[in-house]
């Protein structure tokens, strides 16, 4: 996947789209050469409707504990 960060969040249906989706990306092998834009791409030409909320200032990734520690100084 390209740099960069996304998140997403899925309703119901989308709940059951995505996964199915991403086993198809790996049952093709093509999952490493997929990115996020091109998995909801993919979704939308097989009619699957979304839309995209720009949330503009700072975001904080956060993997695990470890990435808590510098937030209180994250502005």
Same mark, same amino acid.
């Given at each position: 996947m =390209?740099?960069?960060s996304a998140l997403?969040? +899925?309703k119901a249906k989308g709940n059951d789209l995505? =996964?199915?989706e991403l086993d198809a990306l790996v049952k093709d092998g093509? +999952?490493?050469q997929v990115s996020?834009?091109? +998995?909801?791409h993919? +979704?939308?030409m097989k009619g699957h409707d979304s839309c995209v &909320?720009?949330?503009p200032g700072q975001w904080l990734d956060v !993997? !695990? &504990?470890f990435n808590l520690l510098p937030a209180d100084r994250f502005q």
């Amino acid at each position: 996947m =390209p740099s960069g960060s996304a998140l997403a969040r +899925l309703k119901a249906k989308g709940n059951d789209l995505v =996964p199915s989706e991403l086993d198809a990306l790996v049952k093709d092998g093509s +999952l490493h050469q997929v990115s996020f834009v091109n +998995l909801f791409h993919r +979704l939308s030409m097989k009619g699957h409707d979304s839309c995209v &909320a720009y949330a503009p200032g700072q975001w904080l990734d956060v !993997d !695990d &504990a470890f990435n808590l520690l510098p937030a209180d100084r994250f502005q």
